[in-house]
């Protein structure tokens, strides 16, 4: 296995002090030159190349991968090596806790997000100290190609990462082979856990979301919660692992125009500027069986779409559908058997809506209990009583909460993963990049002196 | 399964309070308690009825469990689910980092430490908000269903804790059933690795240790040091996971009295008041077996110890040999074909002795790089760049520096647990419970209002 | 001066360890002799007998207390020393940050809260290993001198302390001699403003507060508000420094029965129990003068209250009057004429009362702005735009916010202070404890080794 | 005054958010622009141009600035707004801890580090929320004024700082006047005290140092440490606050060439490249007389140095002596008569020198605790008994300890400023600007429900 880490000269004084301020200069240059125009719009481009987005929406990766490598510059990155200490027992005893590095660790990162995953986690390790392997999905992976020439450029040495591109069983015999002290995977639920189990829980996991969003009893803004909406389920085709999946609406809010409002803006997507595209893991066949299959519960209907994308040449291996909702009541999904039907996520434009009544907010409740995945939620209400109701009975590990809420929208500036699964990362903050990519040491000094009128006392 | 947690009508404003304020009271009455002489000592003895220990060092856990209680008194559990807030992208807009409870939890502890392990670990996952099911050995869980009553006594709920007694393959299954959020295990590596896989990484693990000590080249202290030595190798009869398994001294102590006075040290153990005893899980025969391998390597020699216990009734079942130790030449140590060898950890009063010239030092660093396992070590040395240089260049997760280094001793002030694995566990102190039993949440407050000219925007 | 320290033989290997270990013991055992129901009766009524307060308000100072002493049990003394440690610019450079005693260090305290005040900043002081003098007024300092008694007993060494009774006028000759490296204060602006410039600023305060109170649109829940705003303006008779002096009223609660039910909560306060008592440092006379000068402000009138206590044999040097309310309008109050008198502090049972219209929030927080101190407030409202409107424009250092908002109550777990002055004091929790009662140290441990090649440099 | 801040439209939920991410891009802007090699010249040279130092040190400023800066940059500004929050008493509350800013303030900075000081104190002050007035030393406030001209280039608004060009009489005016909340002051002493009684203790004082060096027993790398002590002494003319004033030499060391070294090396600098040059605050004669009168004292001898530099247009209001040694005796300095005399700060290149037996050192110690100010200290040894001997009984603010220890260098990743004064400020680090330029404010949302049963309860 290439990537044997050479902890090297390191040590708690100075404690691999080179590599700190190494990386804090990368950064700053790094940081600088994706700030350049020319820079920006040539990453934005490039990931709209291999990664079906807007150019909205690829341009934002890029900005919160700048401002990423903006929060590292100077002394930031020895910052995070930050250790604290607690007088000991004794004269002379101290203990210190350190955030260590795991040395040798691996990172597999999906196609949706082609440079700010990668880039994100890939710093995050080596700024802990680490010596990381990186595999991009191959679909996608000359962008994070281009971004390390640019690290390189920046003074990244070129032997402190291992790229590599290969199909997923390769990487998976590398892993093996190799034992990586810590391997993070972003990706879906069904490589992330067999990778669990091959690597006997080494591991840290992004996986799927199937994200819900609850509208509250207090309606205000209804333009701006319908746009809201239209975002969170349907930019970049859905395929964020942060996409609105289940919207529930209080009553209030059915009584209002939003869902009319959701339609227009979904049926204002097009192709020509890939506010609506391909579907890179499911096809169009899957999507229509999908929603097929959950218009025959009793009581649901199709609210929009529903039929594939017209006049376009995205190869049939790829999905291509029309931004679609399905609406399905809520006495229906809390049956077992529709509840892992309804909650199945579909990773493409598409999202289930249903609606409650003010006495049956336990009841939406229980469901969110009942989920598998706690990536992302939001709960859109002004009203500290039902925030505090709703956030306090889940355990969604990205949580948004107040009129403006979201489910999608992963900036640099805060923690961004699941919740209540001890495999789950995070990505992107200080508190992110040290639980992911460093564990805890603790070094007790004891330098003494041993008491004067010390003698040898009897065995214990 | 029972374990089903009721997080109940907590919620991030007064998230959980009640159960901390609770904890906080539970605490300080249980602190109080064992504090009182009467109690303290027939915890103590209760102890040395299921574990062969010295009662000094059953009393000292019993101590360790009381200071554990007292830092968690009054509002010192609340202060554990201290979340932050960082300000965000726009008025109205606030992200706070919480740490949240995973809900139903799994903790398995061992039969070296009755009282302390469970204690610490249990009430820690209940500290953050957890449902725990808890199976202690079974051999010594007479010692845990006593604390529960005490725990109960002093308010802990009936309901909160499930405790179970079974063997090891009835837990299992109920693991596999229950499919906890997380489980802790302290124990053998064996069974580790098998929790691991069966429960799809969803573990933290303290499992073996085969623990180090270096003597460094400045020599002060001679008898200070023996005596440690002596205490790190044989207290418990070697049955902590932190025992020395493999001390390297430096040439300068080669050639001082240090030797003999372990020998002396050691054979001043008796099974009389328990200073040696008992081994629970390694056989008298497979312990001596062990010895006879070492002893064919070239250059090896026994120091002392060696044979049976003699003049006793430990059932054959059991193990009972003199303290040991055996010299490995250094360079015989490093070859493929005695590495693993040398280096299997032995749950005995064994270690291995070797020396080191001045030039060896890198080839003592690269046989610590080369082992498994990074639960504690010892440098002994007052030079400041003899440690740098040892602590810098190895891993392990509770590492004691200075000429009081030792590898034993687990007290409640400061981290206790391996490094440089994604699944290592701490225990007992703030960071150990925090990083242990809980896991980050961020919830954004995301209140607005919307700007006053706000219109919708194009789609992305 | 008596109160040279002894910073001994600390060191921060171990810095000054004996004391927090000690102090952790001592802690423990006060605060479970505190929770002994015969002894947290004595203290209660020993209050009592000193400070002019029903029995449960005496009760809650040392229930408090109590509650103080659990957060620092075991080894929360110590880690109060928690220092903080990055890497620095070359191999074997480390830079520590340590939270440092000053030294010799002096409190001064004041009547009302003759046990919690100067046990928690006592306490505080001595647990950051400080050597302090203490003042206490002299009218209440039997108590401290009961509880110092109680700590001797816990194992407070008798020379950790000096206890002084004095008058004002010789503890500052004692302070300008002795020169404290700081000075705690807490009392009157008068006396604040003077030590300030005598000890050269070499002090913290905790001084007067013109406590406002505002009660937003969102009306709910009159009778909780209500008997709410009755304890925060009158419950000690008002001798609070977090006591309500000013109540803003939206005028949707004007249009509400609130007005009533405050004069029926303030009408049934009676001597017997102490609801209501003699006013210690404001006479009769002065109050009901100061009453008179606002009525005869232009629309202001009394709402209830204004007249002498009845039927007693409090002595004319105090004070004795009902529960008192004025109501002035927002205009008058905002003229240039009397906005000192209606700000003025009376520190007995006395407020204001006005209200504004939703036009006159503005008004409202520019009068916020223009008041002196501020130490504590209260915002009425649960709608989150109204609260971070009010909140964002004012500086109070305890403020409340939500719909059980009050601007009395300073338990242990929370801060309590005032903000905005740069000699601002807290009490009571961690945070403040070290931020009054340490010093920042920064000590960089810079080992080396020299690198081999050096050689000396040219000149700069 | 002109300087009302407008806290304006922020609050606790996006708090200032504005204000912290337009600053987050400021300082990524004037970063950039200072690391360009024209700018940092330009810079370097203006400095020169009014403050008397080499290159390479006013080259040190700028790269400090610079590194200040980046450090700051993305979110990192919004991140020392960092606020943490706690479960409070009931369901509903929860209490925040936030560093709030104090709105308007003032700073006043020296002649010697004309860049460095001002701006990472400015923009600290900035960072945090506040609205600062800046006062510069008249003599070098050109450096200054071409720095905000810089940051306005690069977003600063014209409005966020007053600058102001006066003497220190109209400054003294002007804050009497326009009673900032908090003024900063960095300079002599004598102003300090001053500034600290006229505005009644609302200071943070970085003011005068005579600063110390204990030379430890262990003797290594005479070279190094001579050089260190050379630059410590006689760099910028030694017009450092953290300049090396007394040197204690430990008997191992007094056998040693050290002393020839010292003089070898102070003996090559000269006024060409102004490794020594002018005095701006004493005179020639001043400098003289104190080194006259030195040499009255028994044992007392004049190591090198002591007569005017020649061949020099320097001004006769400036001073121009020699890098100057005095040996005094170590009983000699702790004599009553004396010992004033021999702390005396002289801001210009001059050291006293002193020797000590090892049985000496409670002496030296004592000697310490005795002097006035404690700004910065070096203890040069990597013996950790002696270090922890040494550091344990001090109380210098920022202290170096080690083989490599200097009482000089002030960079950005470490607190600098004194300890032992409840006034005394930091510079630079995160912790530093939130301690100088913010205080603490707690607000507690409590936002219910009440409970459903509540009823009025009796009155207190």
Redesign the interface.
């Known amino acids: 296995m290439p990537y044997i880490v050479h902890?090297?000269?390191?040590?708690?004084?100075?404690?691999?002090?080179w590599i700190?301020?190494m990386f804090?200069e990368i950064s700053?240059k790094a940081?600088?030159m994706l700030?350049l125009p020319k820079v920006l719009d040539f990453f934005t481009r490039l990931i709209q190349r291999v990664s079906p987005k807007?150019y909205?929406?690829a341009f934002?990766e890029v900005y919160v991968t700048q401002?990423?490598?903006?929060?590292f510059?100077?002394?930031?990155v020895?910052?995070l090596?930050?250790?604290?200490?607690?007088?000991?027992?004794?004269?002379?005893?101290?203990?210190?806790?350190f955030r260590?590095p795991?040395?040798p660790v691996a990172i597999i990162t999906p196609f949706n997000f082609p440079l700010e995953i990668p880039v994100l986690q890939l710093m995050g390790a080596l700024y802990m100290g680490n010596k990381p392997v990186l595999k991009v999905d191959s679909k996608v992976s000359i962008v994070m190609e281009q971004m390390l020439r640019l690290l390189h450029t920046c003074g990244l040495p070129l032997e402190d990462v291992d790229f590599i591109n290969s199909d997923g069983k390769t990487m998976n015999k590398l892993l093996l082979e190799g034992n990586p002290?810590?391997?993070l995977f972003t990706g879906s639920s069904r490589v992330a856990?067999k990778l669990?189990?091959d690597?006997?829980?080494?591991?840290?996991l992004e996986d799927a979301g199937f994200d819900w969003k609850i509208l509250g009893p207090d309606v205000h803004?209804e333009?701006?919660v319908a746009?809201v909406c239209?975002?969170d389920a349907?930019?970049c085709s859905g395929q964020k692992c942060s996409a609105q999946s289940l919207l529930f609406m209080h009553e209030n809010w059915s009584k209002t125009s939003l869902l009319s409002k959701l339609k227009d803006?979904a049926e204002?997507?097009k192709l020509a500027d890939l506010?609506i595209g391909p579907v890179l893991t499911v096809t169009t066949d899957s999507m229509l069986e999908h929603v097929n299959k959950l218009l025959e519960i009793p009581g649901s209907k199709l609210l929009f779409g529903g039929s594939p994308l017209e006049n376009h040449s995205i190869p049939p291996i790829y999905g291509a559908i029309k931004p679609t909702a399905v609406y399905v009541p809520l006495e229906e999904i809390m049956k077992d058997k529709n509840f892992e039907l309804v909650t199945k996520e579909i990773f493409g434009p598409f999202q289930v809506i249903t609606d409650y009544q003010n006495s049956q907010l336990a009841v939406v409740l229980d469901a969110l209990e009942r989920m598998h995945n706690h990536l992302t939620a939001a709960v859109v209400s002004?009203?500290?009583?039902f925030l505090?109701?709703v956030?306090?009975?889940s355990?969604?590990?990205?949580?948004?909460?107040?009129?403006?809420?979201?489910t999608t929208g992963a900036?640099?500036?805060?923690?961004?993963?699941p919740?209540?699964?001890?495999?789950?990362a995070?990505i992107g903050?200080?508190?992110?990049i040290k639980?992911v990519w460093s564990?805890?040491?603790?070094?007790?000094?004891?330098?003494?002196?041993?008491p004067k009128n010390?003698e040898?006392?009897?065995?214990?």
Chains 1, 2, 3, 4 share one sequence.
């Open positions: 902890i090297g000269d390191c040590c708690p004084n100075g404690m691999l002090l700190y301020l804090g700053a940081a600088h700030s807007s909205q929406q934002g401002k990423f490598l903006e929060n510059c100077g002394d930031q020895r910052f090596a930050r250790s604290f200490a607690v007088p000991g027992n004794h004269l002379g005893q101290q203990s210190h806790g260590w795991y040395g002290r810590m391997t856990e669990a189990v690597l006997k829980g080494r591991v840290k803004q333009d701006y746009w239209d975002q349907y930019a803006l204002r997507r506010t002004n009203d500290p009583l505090q109701e956030i306090g009975k355990v969604n590990g990205t949580t948004y909460a107040g009129l403006r809420a979201r900036p640099q500036n805060h923690w961004f993963g919740a209540g699964d001890a495999r789950g995070g903050t200080p508190e992110a639980l564990c805890h040491r603790e070094i007790i000094y004891d330098f003494g002196p041993v010390w040898v006392p009897p065995s214990t």
